[in-house]
C-alpha cells in the first residue's frame, strides 16, 4: 500500500519517464473541435488511449454519427481492439462518449516493472489515433 505522495511521487516518475523516453508532441486536446480531445489514462488496474467527446449532448451525438460511420475504417485499418461507448460515466459521474482502447495485460502505476510495456502501449495507440484523426479531420470537422 502506497501512502498519497508517494502514489503521487510514482505517477510523476512515470509520466515524466514516458515523455523522455517517447519524446513527442501529442495532439490531446488541440484537435481544433470543442470537446474531443484524445487522453491517457493509467492507474492502479488498467492502461488506456482514449478518444473522448464532452462537449453538450446535441455536439456528442453530432460527432459520435460521424465517428460511427468511420467505425469500421478505424477498426480495420488502424485499432483492430478499439471499443465504442456512447454513454461512459468517469470517476466524478460526468457521462461522456468515449472510443478507447485498454491494455490487455495486468499493469499497475505503482508497480515500475509494469511501466515499459505501458509506454510502448501508449506510443502505438496514441500514434494510430492520431492517424486515424489526421486522416479522417475533413470528415469529422465537415
Known amino acids: 500500500m502506497f501512502s498519497k505522495e508517494e502514489s503521487r511521487l510514482l505517477r510523476h516518475e512515470f509520466w515524466t519517464s514516458f515523455g523522455k523516453s517517447f519524446p513527442r508532441k501529442w495532439i490531446l486536446y488541440d484537435t481544433k473541435i470543442k470537446g474531443f480531445s484524445f487522453k491517457f489514462h ?6 488506456l488511449v482514449a478518444l473522448d467527446l464532452e462537449d453538450d449532448l446535441e455536439n456528442r451525438i ?3 454519427e460521424k465517428l460511427q460511420s468511420l467505425q469500421s475504417i478505424l477498426k480495420e485499418d ?12 468517469l470517476d466524478n459521474d460526468k457521462e461522456i462518449s468515449r472510443i478507447f482502447v485498454t491494455l490487455d495485460k495486468k499493469v499497475s502505476i505503482h508497480n515500475k516493472n509494469t511501466w515499459r510495456d505501458v509506454m510502448e502501449f501508449f506510443n502505438t495507440t496514441m500514434h494510430q489515433f492520431e492517424a486515424f484523426f489526421e486522416d479522417y479531420k475533413d470528415v469529422l470537422v465537415d
Open 42 to 47: 493509467f492507474d492502479t488496474k488498467s492502461a
Open 62 to 64: 453530432k460527432y459520435w
Open 78 to 89: 488502424y485499432l483492430t481492439e478499439v471499443i465504442f461507448d456512447d454513454t461512459y460515466f
